[in-house]
């Protein structure tokens, strides 16, 4: 087939008019689908009660680990936030069962999830911005809306994907630490996060390092998973990573939420490919 820039009168003259309904047409039909995928998405992370105006409903996930029973428990998550955690784990030196719990009057919110849920809520921004009688004069139009949407998108993907890294102070400082009743012992530390579909903690048992040790003391960087081994300063003490219990469970609607982000960057991709079949056309012609 015949280069836009080398076709005849003719070739041209359809080339421009299918042009013309690609911006008028098409790209309002891709942005109806977004639109209606989003919103899929949205609902799957404000989960509503039984009445519309009910609040969120409490989900209950049981913890499990392929390689170890040490840790065992139950969280529930309402919507962005854990609002109950019920935890056992058993202490690998003398087998001595402690159980904690997320005290009455607490939740811990998921920054993760609440950070995704308004990543999507500002791509239906965008789109919903671009009404069915507003007329696209370029490609270059379209690009920009498309680009900023998969912008939000691919945002939204990366904080429910990549887990921020800390260090083991800042696990130390976080509020999460005073959130159970009776209050942990000064040797456990937690840290809850997401992980692709998946909501995972991690209990760290600690010792003291000594004054007169011989390890060489190298405290360790951040991390979203930290190892046995590794050291950090708290405190007036220099403490080591004993154990690491990690457990997990599955949220079927976050595992939803991750294919919705998924088709719609597609969606947007493709209609960018379109776009740029006709790209000699937008420095001079707008439709």
Request: aromatic share 8%; charged share 20%; net charge neutral.
């Amino acid at each position: 087939m015949a280069t836009v820039m080398a076709a005849t009168a003719a070739e041209r003259a359809v080339l421009e008019e299918e042009f013309r309904w690609l911006l008028h047409d098409e790209v309002h039909a891709v942005l109806r689908q977004l639109q209606d995928i989003l919103k899929e998405a949205s609902l799957r992370f404000t989960l509503p009660g039984s009445g519309t105006e009910g609040p969120t409903k409490q989900e209950n996930f049981i913890l499990g680990s392929c390689g170890t029973d040490q840790v065992k428990g139950v969280l529930t998550l309402q919507g962005d936030a854990l609002s109950q955690a019920d935890v056992n784990l058993k202490m690998p030196r003398n087998n001595q069962l402690l159980h904690f719990a997320f005290r009455e009057d607490k939740q811990w919110k998921l920054q993760q999830i609440q950070d995704a849920r308004n990543h999507v809520s500002q791509a239906i921004y965008l789109l919903a911005n671009r009404e069915e009688s507003y007329q696209f004069r370029t490609g270059a139009e379209v690009l920009k809306l498309m680009d900023a949407v998969m912008l939000q998108l691919t945002r939204a993907r990366n904080r429910l994907t990549t887990p921020a890294t800390l260090t083991l102070p800042e696990i130390a400082a976080s509020g999460l630490t005073r959130m159970f009743a009776p209050a942990l012992p000064s040797d456990l530390l937690v840290n809850v996060y997401i992980s692709l579909n998946k909501l995972c903690l991690t209990v760290y048992q600690l010792h003291v390092l000594q004054p007169n040790s011989t390890k060489n003391f190298r405290p360790a960087g951040g991390a979203v998973l930290h190892s046995p081994g590794a050291m950090f300063e708290w405190g007036a003490q220099r403490l080591e990573v004993s154990h690491v219990h990690k457990v997990e469970c599955v949220i079927p609607w976050l595992n939803d939420a991750l294919v919705f982000f998924t088709v719609s960057l597609q969606l947007c991709q493709q209609l960018k490919d379109k776009i740029s079949v006709f790209s000699s056309y937008w420095s001079y012609r707008p439709f």
